[in-house]
Nanobody, 121 residues
C-alpha cells in the first residue's frame, strides 16, 4: 500500500484542518487505517484509527475534537481536526495495518510521508 498524506498547514488556535490520506496499491478496504503525529524532539504518538468496518478509536488528547473517517470507494482516510491547540503542532502521518485496534507505530506496516500541522497561539 502506498500512502500520500495532504492537507496540513498553518492555523490559529481554535481553528480547523482536514487531513487526507490517499492510498494506492493493495486493497485499501482490507486495512485498518490510522493517524499518528510527531512533534520535534518527541516520539511518534497515536492520534486516531479506524477499522475496516468503520469502528474508530482515539487518543485521549484528541477525543471530542478530532474525527477519523474513511471512504473506501475513494481509497482515502480523513482526519477532521477541530478546536486545534498549539500542542497539536506536529508532523502528521497516516498508516495502514492488518492488526485490530493497534495504537503502536510498530504495528503498522505502511506509512505516508507526513504533512506538517502548525497551530499558532
Amino acid at each position: 500500500v502506498q500512502l500520500q498524506a495532504s492537507g496540513g498547514g498553518l492555523v490559529q488556535a481554535g481553528g480547523s484542518l482536514r487531513l487526507s490520506c490517499a492510498a494506492s496499491g493493495r486493497t485499501f478496504s482490507g486495512y485498518a487505517m490510522a493517524w499518528f503525529r510527531q512533534a520535534p524532539g518527541k516520539e511518534r504518538e497515536f492520534v486516531a484509527a479506524i477499522s475496516r468496518s468503520g469502528i474508530t478509536w482515539y487518543a485521549d488528547s484528541v477525543k471530542g475534537r478530532f474525527t477519523i473517517s474513511r471512504d473506501n470507494a475513494k481509497n482515502t482516510v480523513y482526519l477532521q481536526m477541530n478546536s486545534l491547540k498549539p500542542e497539536d503542532t506536529a508532523v502528521y502521518y497516516c498508516a495502514a495495518t492488518l492488526t485490530w485496534k493497534a495504537t503502536m507505530p510498530r504495528s503498522y506496516d505502511y506509512w505516508g510521508q507526513g504533512t506538517q500541522v502548525t497551530v499558532s497561539s
